[in-house]
């Protein structure tokens, strides 16, 4: 059973920094890509930062020279380290891993950047 678990959001002030983390159990990372999505209130849920084999790594415009995603195979996880967070990066962070194991997505963790 694949399961992925976030932790690390909370509340930030704009300018301010968060890792998130997502811990994988029943699934080897390093064998499937992973990916970090966000949903804002009333807005789409869309694609953060993508993981994938070969250790390409693919980010949103939006977040491009803020955050950097990173696999720890050791750990089995995916991290999302977080920089210069603005008002706009707030929502629900989810994370997914996908492949021939299925789809499978977090429980998702708020973000909240507010002064």
């Known amino acids: 059973q694949v399961q992925l678990e976030e932790s690390g959001g909370g509340l930030v002030q704009p300018g301010g920094s968060l890792t998130l983390s997502c811990r994988i159990s029943g699934a080897t990372l390093s064998a499937n890509p992973a990916g970090w999505y966000r949903q804002a209130p009333g807005k789409q849920r869309e694609l953060v930062a993508g993981?994938?084999?070969?250790?390409?790594?693919e980010y949103a415009d939006s977040v491009k020279g803020r955050f950097t995603a990173s696999r720890d195979h050791a750990k089995n996880k995916v991290d999302l380290a977080m920089n210069s967070l603005k008002p706009e990066d707030t929502g629900v962070y989810y994370c997914r891993t996908w492949g021939l194991i299925g789809d499978h997505w977090g429980q998702g963790i708020q973000v909240t950047v507010s002064s």
């Open positions: 993981l994938y084999r070969g250790g390409s790594i």
